[in-house]
């Protein structure tokens, strides 16, 4: 259904869903007749589902509500992938303007999407970021983890935006089917379309982990965060390269200084060395490590171009962002 509209897709891995799936869907119903109610020129025109191997009953439900909803589609894996690859699948099957990821436990509030599409056309962004006011799971050790992972990787790379990641964002299409396409097995999404767009914001929003409070656990237990953290590793532009690079040239430059005050010392005022040996063996220590840092480093700057183009990032890419002055009016307008 696009016939002029600004189409929206939406994108939700589902796993173990069934509890949550049917409520999810008619809060999107609720927002898709209430644009076409209030003639807005956007449109949600599809709700993806991914069939993520799912543990409990979520197919059926997912089979009833798409013979319910013609606008519903469902994308089932050949076996668990995990959350990320499953968006990715996802993203691959949407066709729209913009791309909206969420999860499948009503965390995420479809009533808040507008909210996104605002930050998006009133700031030209590409990509907005859901950020939970409040603590999602209660304070609890995740929440703390995973925000300071993101701050060291964040301050480590050339990635700012990584302390703004979350699974509740919205993308613009052309950028999301891109960053998508391009993703590996072992790329992190949020970094993929960072390599597409550094036009991002955040939105502050009431969240909530209903499962968490209901069930007393999460959907991610440590073996998936420690995971989910070594994608970020691997996908991030960390400069570790250019500062081991510059401490072993300041390594080599200091073994040179020590070994010409040695040879000036035993030339011209032998009756100053108490004993012989160590400050040339101190010397030749460090001539020799900075020089082994220094070839590492430029290695190791090799094989992250030869990584970052294997997981995918792109040489260029062009954005087409006509159309937000027509979102724009109708906000304001509204």
């Not at 440590?222 to 400069?239: F, G, T, W």
Request: glycine share 6%; aromatic share 10%.
């Amino acid at each position: 259904m696009s016939n002029g509209y600004i189409t929206l897709s939406t994108v939700t891995p589902v796993y173990s869903g069934e509890d949550y799936l049917q409520k999810l869907v008619e809060n999107l119903a609720s927002v898709r007749q209430q644009w076409l109610d209030q003639e807005s020129p956007v449109c949600l025109s599809e709700a993806i589902f991914v069939d993520d191997c799912s543990i409990d009953s979520s197919s059926e439900v997912l089979e009833n509500l798409r013979k319910q909803y013609e606008w519903i589609k469902v994308v089932t894996l050949s076996k668990n992938f995990g959350q990320h690859s499953a968006t990715v699948a996802g993203i691959c099957h949407t066709s729209s303007d913009w791309v909206v990821t969420l999860d499948e436990d009503l965390q995420h509030k479809p009533q808040q999407i507008e909210s996104l599409l605002k930050a998006a056309v009133y700031n030209s962004a590409d990509v907005v970021y859901a950020q939970p006011k409040d603590q999602v799971h209660g304070g609890n050790w995740r929440d703390f983890s995973s925000r300071l992972v993101k701050q060291i990787i964040a301050k480590m790379s050339a990635t700012p935006q990584i302390k703004m990641f979350n699974s509740y964002r919205l993308i613009r299409g052309s950028i999301a089917s891109a960053a998508a396409s391009s993703s590996s097995s072992q790329t992190y999404l949020d970094l993929a379309i960072s390599w597409f767009t550094r036009s991002s914001v955040s939105v502050g929003i009431e969240m909530e982990d209903r499962r968490y409070k209901k069930e007393n656990k999460s959907g991610y237990g440590l073996r998936k965060l420690i995971k989910h953290a070594r994608y970020l590793i691997v996908s991030a532009e960390i400069d570790i390269a250019s500062t081991g690079l510059l401490l072993g040239v300041v390594a080599i430059f200091i073994a040179m200084l020590l070994g010409s005050t040695v040879i000036v010392q035993k030339l011209f005022f032998p009756e100053l060395i108490a004993s012989t040996g160590w400050a040339s063996l101190v010397a030749i220590i460090a001539f020799i490590g900075g020089v082994t840092i220094a070839i590492l480093c430029v290695a190791l700057e090799y094989i992250s171009i030869v990584l970052l183009n294997q997981l995918g990032k792109p040489t260029f890419f062009t954005i087409d962002r006509s159309r937000d002055f027509e979102l724009m009016k109708w906000f304001k307008e509204s």
